[in-house]
């Protein structure tokens, strides 16, 4: 059963701030959120029920008491606040003898991560052999049943790009191996058959690169920003997986999954060796493409 309020801190990356949108149906009637700009985008009317307060602002969370707190960052800046804001209930992190902890109930995420009990080590090769998605891992701990719930979005700005397919192609500095070599051959190699494909451009804001992605029937990338654009617009996608774990992601049904024969030797690696950037095949990548257009989610757009 859902408590009456919550508190969710949220902060960064947008990527992990939209998948963990699936609580708001779940967690609490009345939710306030704690994010990062411009996430804010993102959770400004996502939902009713939603107070969401941007860190710059968060000492007006502490305006009431609530029956759940959950702190998904690992920072000792968010288990300060966390250790001020009045609740019955904490799931997550959270400050002990001075340094950041996390309650028992969600071990089972955060035992994969940088503030491990279990140190940096054995962290990453329990993430390496966990085999539940982020969604299953976080919800069980909060005594729920992950049942697909959708991410929760805002509408979508308008935009002039359309296309058959949308290449992502941009890995962020802290995980250069993300990228991908062949995207250009890709892009070529697609446009010989007839189809429109279109790189994506940078966007003012984060509804209008939403926009960008939805004007497509396939978006291929690795795992990133667009990637969840793309799951939780039910947007056909293929997915490359060189360094990061493809188990964590739900695919909604509309995700090709397709993971680097190399990835336990680059797995969460967060330097740049170009080994990484091309072990997957550009073949299979083009077949996976034209496979996923073929399926009804892509014919329907």
Request: charged fraction near 25%; proline fraction near 5%.
């Amino acid at each position: 059963m859902s408590a009456r309020t919550a508190l969710i801190i949220k902060l960064n990356a947008t990527g992990d701030v939209v998948r963990t949108t699936t609580l708001l149906q779940r967690v609490a009637d009345d939710v306030t959120w704690i994010t990062a700009a411009p996430n804010n985008e993102l959770l400004h009317n996502a939902d009713g029920r939603l107070r969401c307060v941007e860190w710059s602002e968060r000492d007006s969370v502490l305006d009431r008491e609530y029956d759940l707190l959950v702190n998904l960052e690992d920072d000792v800046a968010c288990a300060q606040l966390a250790a001020q804001v009045r609740h019955h209930r904490l799931f997550g992190a959270f400050l002990k003898n001075g340094e950041v902890g996390y309650s028992d109930d969600s071990a089972a995420w955060f035992d994969l991560s940088l503030i491990s009990r279990f140190g940096r080590q054995r962290a990453d090769e329990l993430k390496l052999h966990n085999r539940r998605t982020y969604q299953d891992l976080i919800f069980a701990g909060l005594g729920l049943t992950f049942r697909g719930e959708p991410y929760m979005l805002p509408n979508a700005s308008p935009t002039p790009l359309t296309g058959d397919v949308a290449i992502a192609p941009v890995a962020g500095p802290v995980w250069p191996m993300k990228g991908w070599a062949h995207y250009d051959q890709l892009k070529a190699e697609l446009e010989r058959t007839g189809l429109t494909v279109n790189v994506l451009p940078r966007r003012p804001t984060l509804p209008e690169h939403l926009g960008d992605i939805v004007n497509h029937r396939c978006l291929v990338s690795g795992d990133s920003l667009p990637m969840h654009f793309a799951l939780g617009t039910a947007t056909p996608c293929v997915t490359l997986f060189n360094c990061t774990s493809p188990w964590e992601i739900y695919d909604y049904g509309v995700q090709t999954k397709l993971v680097s024969p190399l990835l336990e030797r680059f797995f969460y690696k967060r330097g740049l060796d170009e080994t990484a950037t091309t072990a997957i095949r550009l073949d299979d990548v083009f077949d996976a493409v034209v496979e996923r257009l073929k399926t009804p989610a892509a014919a329907a757009r």
